[in-house]
Every structure is written in structure tokens, then in C-alpha cells.
Nanobody, 126 residues
């Protein structure tokens, strides 16, 4: 069973950038390549929000409101999923989670994913 661990969160000033990583373990390369991978975020008291998902062929689907600032990518050889975040805003403050699964459609919808990391906190100061 795949295990996921996020890293790269922290505190940053508005306008700054961060790159989150999500390392996978407990899975071989062929199986990892077959996974749809995604990033989500959640603020206490609110529903988990999808950010972006990246399919086995590298094609990505992103939430419209975050396009242009957030970019998802994957390095299969390293078993790592990335989220590049630029021009961060205070409203981007949240716990960020990565997820993996093999849904019929690789979209950033929480209900489509069974495997989750523990999350990494991102705090953006104004």
C-alpha cells in the first residue's frame, strides 16, 4: 500500500513562493507510474479543496482560481510529486495534502482518492 509524506511547507510573506514535495513509498515504479496524483488544501472548518491533479501521462487538471500561480508536476523516477506555488497570498494559508489513487477520471476531487499524506502547513503572512 502506498504511503505518502509531504514536505516543504512553512511560513512565507505574501508574494513569496514555496515548493511542496510529496514522497511516495511502499510501491514499485510501475505501480507508481499508474497513479493519479493530486494536491489538496484545507482550512479548519472548511471542506478540503482540490488544487490540481496530474495523470499518468503527465497531463494536469487544475482548479481555475489557482491556475497561473500553482503548478503540479511529478518525477516518477524519484517517486515525488511537486507543487510549485508562486505569488502566495494570505488566503493560501492552509494545510496542504497530497493524495494518490487510480480514479476513472484524474481530477482533484477528494472523494476520488483513498491514499493521503499527513499534510504540511503553509502560512502566508500579509
Amino acid at each position: 500500500e502506498v504511503e505518502l509524506m509531504e514536505s516543504g511547507g512553512g511560513s512565507v510573506q505574501a508574494g513569496g513562493s514555496l515548493r511542496l514535495s510529496c514522497a511516495a513509498s511502499g510501491i514499485d515504479l510501475r505501480d507508481y507510474r499508474s497513479l493519479c496524483l493530486a494536491w489538496f488544501r484545507q482550512v479548519p472548518g472548511k471542506e478540503r479543496e482540490g488544487i490540481a491533479a496530474i495523470d499518468t501521462d503527465g497531463s494536469a487538471r487544475s482548479t481555475d482560481s489557482l491556475k497561473g500561480r500553482f503548478t503540479i508536476s511529478r518525477d516518477n523516477a524519484k517517486y515525488i510529486l511537486y507543487l510549485e506555488m508562486n505569488n502566495l497570498k494570505p488566503e493560501d494559508t492552509a494545510m496542504y495534502y497530497c493524495a494518490a489513487d487510480r480514479p476513472f477520471h484524474c481530477n482533484p476531487q477528494p472523494k476520488s482518492f483513498d491514499y493521503w499524506g499527513q499534510g504540511t502547513q503553509v502560512t502566508v503572512a500579509s
